[in-house]
């Protein structure tokens, strides 16, 4: 079965420190990517998404991750996190092709991360 | 533009017993996927709903059910509830039936005493 692993269960950072979240996938076909980002009290939101070219791909907010296909990694970073980054993080595949799949995302288990001021 | 919205926000049901949430699309999609998230674990695909069909189903017993309506909502229903379906719910939508980018709603909690 295909599966996302999230390196970190819990991070927690200083404002202005830089930030970087390990996702890890296990499949080896065509892939589509994303980070989602949950902050507290609210529903799951995009923050970036990769589909195809440039493997670094830019979200809002100042996030980034890069997509490196040898090691199956898709990390997300970001140079300086703020307070209001404070949030749970929840790295996704759609492992195309995969048993027909057309249509579902693989979820990790999530980063919280917790930013003091 | 409205996004994805699901009802209701929160569920108490009793063992045994059978649930109905619901599910609008963000406006313009017409493909909607369910999701079951745990505590403490990330969301987990139930199956997706495109045409009115089911086009593809995750890891979960019949007891889970869906409908999507010509109007693209949709419904999941879960039968003879055991405890462990006490979770939170996710509604997605997209569109043209392809997973490429999906909006979620805020979800239905459902605890099942």
């Known amino acids: 079965a295909q599966s996302v692993s999230q390196h970190n269960h819990h991070v927690i950072l200083s404002e202005a420190a830089s930030l970087e979240l390990g996702c890890n996938y296990s499949?080896?076909?065509?892939?589509?990517l994303f980070w989602y980002v949950q902050y507290p009290g609210q529903h799951l939101q995009l923050l970036l998404k990769y589909f195809s070219g440039d493997p670094l791909v830019k979200g809002i907010k100042g996030f980034e991750a890069e997509f490196i296909k040898s090691k199956f990694s898709f990390n997300l970073r970001k140079p300086s996190v703020q307070w209001s980054d404070t949030a749970e993080y929840f790295c996704?595949?759609?492992?195309?092709?995969?048993?027909?799949?057309?249509?579902?995302?693989?979820f990790g288990k999530g980063t919280k991360l917790s930013v003091k001021p | 533009d409205a996004g994805v919205t699901q009802s209701p926000t929160h569920l108490i049901k009793t063992r045994g017993q059978q649930v109905t949430l619901r599910c609008s699309p963000k406006?313009?999609?017409?493909?909607v996927s369910w999701y079951q998230q745990a505590l403490g674990q990330g969301p987990q695909f139930i199956f997706q709903?495109?045409?009115?069909?089911?086009?593809q189903r995750g890891n979960f017993p019949d007891r889970f059910s869906g409908h999507q309506f010509p109007n693209y909502s949709s419904e999941l229903n879960v039968n003879a509830l055991l405890l462990g379906d006490s979770a939170l719910y996710l509604c997605?939508?997209?569109?043209?039936?392809?997973?490429?980018?999906?909006?979620f709603g805020p979800g239905t909690r459902l605890t099942v005493t």
């Open positions: 709903y495109y045409e009115e069909e089911e086009r």
């Open positions: 499949y080896g076909g065509t892939v589509n």
């Open positions: 996704a595949v759609n492992a195309l092709g995969y048993g027909g799949s057309q249509g579902n995302l693989i």
């Open positions: 997605a939508s997209s569109l043209g039936g392809m997973n490429y980018e999906q909006y």
């Open positions: 406006s313009g999609h017409d493909t």
